[in-house]
Nanobody
Framework: QVQLVESGGGLVQPGGSLRLSCAAS????????MSWYRQAAGKGRELVAR????????NYADSVKGRFTISRDNVESTVYLQMNSLKPEDTAVYYC??????WGQGTQVTVSS
């Protein structure tokens, strides 16, 4: 069955960095675009970044452009989100998504001093 397992979240100070990982299994990873979403407390889920199946194209929310980088390893069936220059407003649960269907369980990112 399809499984998406996020990891790498935690508590970081403003200006710090984190790298999230989403390990995929149960399907042919290289056939699907992948996305990272986030949901802050009391808010809706928003798209953070998306990458095509081959990794050739990416797009980002305006709020994270220039700070976050999405990438993928189709051999390891893993998608990554490198987050730099983190701000308190980046605090949220971060989810990965396969295509437009399956979701992972999420990983908490908290940016606070």
């Amino acid at each position: 069955q399809v499984q998406l397992v996020e990891s790498g979240g935690g508590l970081v100070q403003p200006g710090g960095s984190l790298r999230l990982s989403c390990a995929a299994s149960g399907f042919t990873f290289s056939n699907y675009p992948m996305s990272w979403y986030r949901q802050a407390a009391g808010k809706g889920r928003e798209l953070v970044a998306r990458i095509t199946a081959t990794g050739g194209r990416t797009n980002y929310a305006d709020s994270v452009k220039g700070r976050f980088t999405i990438s993928r390893d189709n051999v390891e069936s893993t998608v990554y989100l490198q987050m730099n220059s983190l701000k308190p407003e980046d605090t949220a649960v971060y989810y990965c998504q396969r295509g437009v269907d399956y979701w992972g369980q999420g990983t908490q990112v908290t940016v606070s001093s």
